[in-house]
Nanobody
Framework: RVQLVESGGGSVQAGGTLRLSCEAS?????????MGWFRQAPGKEREGVAT????????AYADSVKGRFTISQDRAKNTIYLLMNSLKPEDTAMYYC??????????????????WGQGTQVTVSS
């Protein structure tokens, strides 16, 4: 059974740094072509934060996190990461990892994904 497990969330002050990890298990390396991070704040829709193509590490970012967040992967460990610098209170949300079998066009659209992790909470205080 394929599973996505996030870790690394927590509470930080504004300007702080966190690194999230998402390990995919239950499949062979290379099964997923697109992986990414999404977030959902209370009362808001889930939004794409950052995505990465497994084959060539091409990335995509939401405008709100460009220059502050970096997505990366370690294919040998079937893991993706999200390094979040200069965190702001508006970054507070539940962060989810998602994965898709194919190389997606418009990968930041959350509705394209059916494989999700359970989420990890990120709270940024001012």
């Amino acid at each position: 059974r394929v599973q996505l497990v996030e870790s690394g969330g927590g509470s930080v002050q504004a300007g702080g740094t966190l690194r999230l990890s998402c390990e995919a298990s239950g499949y062979s390396t290379g099964y997923y072509s697109t992986m990414g991070w999404f977030r959902q704040a209370p009362g808001k829709e889930r939004e794409g934060v950052a995505t990465i193509y497994a084959a060539d590490s091409i990335t995509a970012y939401a405008d709100s996190v460009k220059g502050r967040f970096t997505i990366s992967q370690d294919r040998a460990k079937n893991t993706i990461y999200l390094l979040m610098n200069s965190l702001k209170p508006e970054d507070t949300a539940m962060y989810y990892c998602a994965a898709h079998r194919y190389r997606l066009t418009g990968p930041l659209n959350s509705w394209l994904y059916s494989n999700w992790g359970q989420g990890t909470q990120v709270t940024v205080s001012s």
